[in-house]
Every structure is written in structure tokens, then in C-alpha cells.
């Protein structure tokens, strides 16, 4: 079974990455752009009977910071 993790900031934790990104749009003339922020995409291929008790622990332990993270699984 292929996953697809989506991991961003939570609102209110700063994005430098995105703000980095938003100057370099607006440095190259794109108009327009409000607000960016950044994210990560992690791809798993896991064993059928992987159960969701066990992808949200690895995501809690592993693939995001819960603190300042929130991830969302997408069956893929």
C-alpha cells in the first residue's frame, strides 16, 4: 500500500523557508502572492495489513515535529 504524508507548519509557527520562497517570486515579477508556506511530502510503500495505529505512530515519533507539525495521510 503506497502512503503519501503531508507534513506543514501549524498556523502561527514561523516559515522562513516560505517567506524565503515568497521574495525570490517576488524578485522574478510574480504578482499576486499573498502568503507561502513550505512543506514536506514523505512517500511510503508499507505491507497491506500496516494498520492506521501504526502510521500515525510513525509519524508522531518520526516523520513530524507534533509540536510545531501537523501531517495528514493520503491513501495513494
Sequence with gaps: MKLRIFVTLKNGVLDPQGKAIHKALDGLGFAGINDVRAGKL????????????????MCRKLLANTVIENYRVERA
Design 42 to 57: 514523505i512517500e511510503l510503500d508499507v505491507d497491506d495489513g500496516t494498520t492506521d495505529a501504526s502510521i500515525d505512530e
